[in-house]
């Protein structure tokens, strides 16, 4: 298999980025199977992506197929996993344990994709001093502090809407570099800061519009 190799510097496309975790979820599914060797060709037929934009994918990892058998299971995984930056854990602190921020807190599945929630904050007194799944929630109040004390670069923003932009300042002032923002709010930022938008919201619309129209 000729695959081209890119230079690191190349940034890698957003719509490849969100790829690329779904086929590790599939290659790892295969090699549960018994398999140890996947094709593109294979991994094609299981989630039904074109397998040379599968091919086309993978030649921004560092790892090259052979004709036919393709590329050997435990080192593509391994390759994807780094890749990705699931191998090593990113901390967070996350803003807000709410009903989302709750859930959150409590889902083992971050864990699996390289997120540690270090620590939460909130200013409710019934919460406060308690903590989730092992993760203490301290008072939104000792948030610098606590920057001082954990390795954290990446906050988690999960507060009511109308703060979003006041607790996003927080958090930039103490020191955070990537905010994932799970508020409607769209947030400002300086241009060194990474923001990533997530609304479960968005892909259930898209789910109702396509029901609606098979059922049409
Ligand atoms: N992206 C999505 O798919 C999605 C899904 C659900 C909710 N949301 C959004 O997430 C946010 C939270 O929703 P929710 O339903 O969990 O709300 P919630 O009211 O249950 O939780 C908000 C939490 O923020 C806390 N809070 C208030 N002021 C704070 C401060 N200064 N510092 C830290 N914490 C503070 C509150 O005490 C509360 O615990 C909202 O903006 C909502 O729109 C997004």
Do not use: C
Not at 16 to 36: A, C, D, F, I, Q
Not at 37 to 54: E, G, L, M, P
Not at 173 to 201: C, H, M
């Amino acid at each position: 298999m000729d695959i081209r190799m890119h230079k690191f510097s190349d940034k890698v496309p957003e719509p490849t980025l969100r790829r690329l975790p779904w086929y590790l979820s599939n290659v790892k599914l295969m090699k549960e199977r018994g398999e140890t060797y996947v094709s593109s060709t294979q991994i094609s037929k299981q989630i039904n992506i074109d397998a040379s934009q599968i091919a086309k994918d993978l030649s921004y990892v560092n790892i090259s197929g052979r004709t036919r058998v393709g590329y050997e299971i435990d080192a593509l995984i391994e390759v994807l996993e780094r890749f990705l930056g699931f191998t090593h854990m990113h901390k967070a602190f996350l803003f807000g344990v709410g009903s989302l921020g709750g859930a959150l807190l409590r889902d083992s599945g971050l864990h699996h994709f390289g997120l540690e929630i270090a620590g939460a904050f909130d200013v409710n007194p019934d919460i406060v001093g308690t903590e989730i799944n092992g993760i203490p929630i301290y008072h939104s109040d000792d948030f610098e502090q606590m920057m001082k004390k954990y390795n954290v670069n990446i906050g988690v923003l999960t507060v009511p809407i109308n703060i979003a932009q006041e607790i996003t300042d927080k958090m930039v002032s103490g020191g955070i570099k990537a905010v994932w923002n799970f508020t409607p709010f769209r947030i400002r930022v300086p241009e060194d800061i990474v923001v990533q938008n997530t609304s479960l919201y968005a892909h259930l619309a898209v789910m109702f519009n396509r029901l609606n129209v098979n059922q049409d």
